[in-house]
T-cell receptor
Framework: AQRVTQPEKLLSVFKGAPVELKCNYS??????LFWYVQYSRQRLQLLLR??SRESIKGFTADLNKGETSFHLKKPFAQEEDSAMYYC?????????FGTGTRLLVSP | SQTIHQWPATLVQPVGSPLSLECTVEGTSNPNLYWYRQAAGRGLQLLFYSVGIGQISSEVPQNLSASRPQDRQFILSSKKLLLSDSGFYLC????????????FGEGSWLTVV
């Protein structure tokens, strides 16, 4: 079965502080992991995916198969990073999401 | 370029009434199609997905159903709505196969009263 766990419902940090949004997954096959973001009044959109190994808006995420994790990190949070973040796992055909973490960045 | 649209954007329906949410994708062919429900505290829940016309996989047993009458059309339905069906419904699509991004529609707010 595919399962994604995001243990934190809310993460509140100050501007300039480091951010780590946790994501753990369960999947017996070779997973594809994604982070999606939803800013206020905007549609859900892809932030990054593990196969690209890219940095988007200063965010990075490394797939750790040993720990079955795909944590999202940013060294210095900005106020515009405030949003809802979803970790997602793609198996054979379907994409399964975690429950999401709301990130609030205060000035 | 590819686009996805779903409608209506908002809907208020009485308990026991039927439901039909429609989603269409343009600019691509033979996409994977998905219906998700976004509920507070429960994240994004996959309801149905389809890899082809008439092929529907149901993830969560409930009083909702989905149909794919055409290649790029995905419909979410119910014969009799329950209060618990209230929520934000998202249609999404992707190119078939691994490594492809999933793109989401604007969403539909359903309130069952």
């Amino acid at each position: 079965a595919q399962r994604v766990t995001q243990p934190e419902k809310l993460l509140s940090v100050f501007k300039g502080a480091p951010v780590e949004l946790k994501c753990n997954y369960s999947y017996s096959g070779s997973p594809e992991l994604f982070w999606y973001v939803q800013y206020s009044r905007q549609r859900l959109q892809l932030l990054l995916r593990h196969i690209s190994r890219e940095s988007i808006k200063g965010f990075t995420a490394d797939l750790n198969k040993g720990e079955t994790s795909f944590h999202l990190k940013k060294p210095f949070a900005q106020e515009e990073d405030s949003a809802m973040y979803y970790c997602a796992l793609r198996g054979f055909q379907k994409l399964v999401f975690g429950t999401g973490t709301r990130l609030l960045v205060s000035p | 370029s590819q686009t996805i649209h779903q409608w209506p954007a908002t809907l208020v329906q009485p308990v026991g009434s039927p439901l039909s949410l429609e989603c269409t994708v343009e600019g691509t062919s033979n996409p994977n199609l998905y219906w998700y429900r976004q509920a507070a505290g429960r994240g994004l829940q996959l309801l149905f997905y389809s890899v082809g016309i008439g092929q529907i996989s149901s993830e969560v047993p409930q009083n909702l159903s989905a149909s794919r009458p055409q290649d790029r059309q995905f419909i979410l339905s119910s014969k009799k709505l329950l209060l618990s069906d209230s929520g934000f419904y998202l249609c999404a699509w992707s190119v078939q196969g691994r490594g492809h991004t999933i793109y989401f529609g604007e969403g539909s707010w359903l309130t069952v009263v």
